[in-house]
């Protein structure tokens, strides 16, 4: 199975959509369009993947994915909202030809290296001010956002050698693979197990995990037990030992050290940044 196509309907009466979620979690379908999107997101945590990327997502984060690029959000379980603004718009929403005239090379440019995913800092005025215009400011408004970020510092994502949906990326086991570890990491689950749930061999599960996210299965796990952890760091006063085993770490150490490797701090040091 491909990752899903997703048919895009413009929001009437513009040429391009523009749509808020605010749900207990993210839909987290491993899916494709023919449409750049900009998804802005406003609250929850969870994990991010675009094309052979994994990343993290949180309150703030800005990202511009290109056309055809499979991308996911899956969110993290027990936080109680979810909430995201999704801005999605064809190169020619404007009209043909309209950002390749030279006023507007640098957001041909922006949109070009939008194929590999891009992640931009905070950008929340102008998103909440999008969404909040009548339908011609909202499109003035949206070339504006795309002009200026189009001078902005942006990451790239994505490897050069991305995987592409009309690659053939088997969606339903990658998603099987990524539900499993969402809904049991606090266990100790094993290659075995993940690969069971996308009835595959653990060696067909590490290759196409790999090849389709770009990380391996032992270091997406480990992503989604450390950010789970975070949020209890955050929001309980449970012991820093108890809140690894909660989270599927046996061993304290371990949990310390898988803990640095991703967050470039300790449990120790990352509880206090959140206290009031």
Not at 4 to 24: M, R
Not at 75 to 84: C, F, M, V, Y
Not at 163 to 191: C, D, N, W, Y
Request: proline fraction near 5%.
């Amino acid at each position: 199975m491909l990752a899903a196509f997703e048919h895009i309907i413009p929001t009437f009466p513009l040429t391009w959509k523009i749509h808020s979620i605010d749900a207990s979690h993210f839909d987290s379908v491993w899916h494709f369009h023919r449409e750049f999107e900009l998804t802005f997101i406003r609250r929850g945590h969870g994990n991010r993947l675009i094309g052979d990327s994994v990343g993290d997502y949180g309150p703030g984060d800005l990202t511009l994915i290109g056309p055809d690029l499979p991308h996911t959000y899956v969110s993290t379980l027990g936080e109680e909202r979810h909430a995201a603004l999704v801005v999605q718009f064809r190169r020619d929403f404007l009209g043909e030809g309209f950002f390749e005239t030279p006023m507007f090379e640098s957001v041909a440019a922006l949109l070009d290296s939008a194929s590999r995913g891009l992640s931009f800092v905070q950008e929340e005025q102008q998103m909440n001010r999008l969404e909040a215009l009548p339908p011609a400011e909202k499109t003035v408004a949206l070339l504006a956002l795309l002009l200026e970020l189009s001078h902005r510092d942006r990451s790239p994502l994505a490897r050069e050698a991305v995987v592409h949906a009309r690659g053939g990326v088997p969606a339903a086991r990658i998603e099987a693979m990524v539900e499993v570890m969402h809904s049991q990491f606090e266990s100790r689950l094993t290659l075995a197990d993940i690969a069971a749930a996308a009835h595959v061999t653990p060696s067909s599960a590490s290759r196409l995990f790999a090849r389709s996210t770009g990380s391996t299965i032992s270091t997406y796990l480990n992503v989604v037990r450390v950010n789970a952890a975070c949020r209890l760091l955050r929001d309980s006063e449970s012991s820093i030992a108890d809140i690894a085993a909660a989270c599927g770490y046996a061993n304290l150490s371990n949990f310390n050290r898988r803990f640095r490797q991703i967050k470039g701090i300790t449990p120790r040091q990352y509880r206090p940044l959140f206290d009031l």
